[in-house]
């Protein structure tokens, strides 16, 4: 499977907030460490296209004006810039990317647990704006990534 894209061509999807099998309806089974992460960057696709379909936000990809070469991507509420209550969501350090907690519970418990969707429900319910930081990404896949993980480090940034 050459860089999949959905969840779907894991066989594998969210009922009730929780990753089940299509066929079995039973939960994630480990194949291998290459396997898990390529699931994992799909989930993080998911989560962040509900954050935009579910709750409206809209993804921002900063620098704005760069349309190549290093950049970064967050997520903003239309009423970001003037709301009264502003709520900044900012994960935890590793493989997460904006919206997961934690990738290892988005996929072995719900998505309740991993990511940010109940926060980005309480905030729609109490009229908070909302950013979504994505401070991890900080490197940019080459052309069409052939290897997963393929990329490369961006010029001043020490972080790995």
């Known amino acids: 499977m050459d860089n999949p894209t959905q969840i779907s061509q894991f066989n594998y999807h969210y009922v009730e ?3 089940v099998n299509m066929d079995t309806g039973k939960p994630f089974h480990w194949v291998n460490q290459v396997h898990y992460d390529a699931l994992g960057d799909t989930i993080v ?3 962040q296209q509900l954050m935009v379909t579910q709750y409206g936000l809209k993804e921002l990809l900063i ?3 760069k349309q190549d070469g290093p950049h970064n991507n967050i997520f903003v509420s239309d009423d970001w810039q003037t709301c009264e209550k502003l709520m900044l969501l900012i994960q935890g350090s590793g493989a997460v990317r904006a919206g997961q907690w ?3 519970l988005c996929i072995n418990e719900s998505l309740d647990l991993g990511s940010i969707l109940p926060y980005l429900e309480l905030c729609k319910q109490h009229k908070y704006g909302v950013i979504v930081f994505n ?3 900080n ?3 080459r052309t069409p990534v052939q290897i997963l993980r393929s990329s490369f480090m961006v010029r001043g940034n020490q972080n790995t």
Do not use: S, W
């Open 139 to 141: 490197t940019q896949p």
């Open 17 to 19: 907030g929780k990753l």
């Open 45 to 47: 696709k998911h989560i």
């Open 135 to 137: 401070p991890n990404l």
């Open 102 to 104: 934690a990738r290892a």
């Open 63 to 65: 620098p704005e004006d």
